[in-house]
């Protein structure tokens, strides 16, 4: 099955996605929200401003309240998220959402999405190689999408650390205006601040 992932900055890089595309939405269409990463920071305040970037585009939005393994048990939420037209994964905590999504039927639809958007830090956790936002070393990931490495930027210092240790592994650094697109091969940059490396080398994706 294709996908079509973005991963993006901020709420406001989504918007920006929406605006100017490539991310087509029409009247009716149905919108999941996933608050997992928000889970000890506020999933209804998350939800909701998530849920607001889309008032102008006359879909249906849901947010789904997953915020532990046991609510990923629930198949109405697996189902919801196989059958959304658009998902819509909510800034937060990366480690929590790994935790969270691992090796279960909800983190394999959310892998199948058709269409996925990951917001700010939570781009890390969706990656093979997952970048911890404690310290900047590499970590497994998720897997759900593979040809390099995501992260939100740190503090310079942290960035140097993250590079030394990936080495080989390319490291796509999205800013608050930037965003990446993956079209079931290979990420690409789109649009906004994006820094691309190899090692401590600049690469283009």
Known sequence: MRTSTYAVGSLGALSTLLRDGPVELHEGDDVVVVPTA??????????????????DFGVRVEALIVTDRATTSDSYFTSRVLNADLVVLCDGS???????????????????????????????????????????????GLAFRNGAALCVPSSDEQMRRTRSLLKDVVLVAIGPTGIVGHDGDRWSVLAGDVVVTRGHDVVEL
């Open 94 to 140: 990366a480690l929590h959402a790994r935790a969270v999504w691992r090796a279960n039927d909800f983190g394999d639809a959310i892998k199948m999405a058709s269409t996925l958007v990951v917001v700010g830090e939570v781009v890390a956790a969706i990656c093979e190689v997952m970048i911890d936002p404690r310290g900047g070393a590499p970590a497994p």
């Open 38 to 55: 928000a889970a000890f920071t506020g999933v209804t305040e998350a939800s909701l401003r998530t849920s607001a970037v889309f008032d």
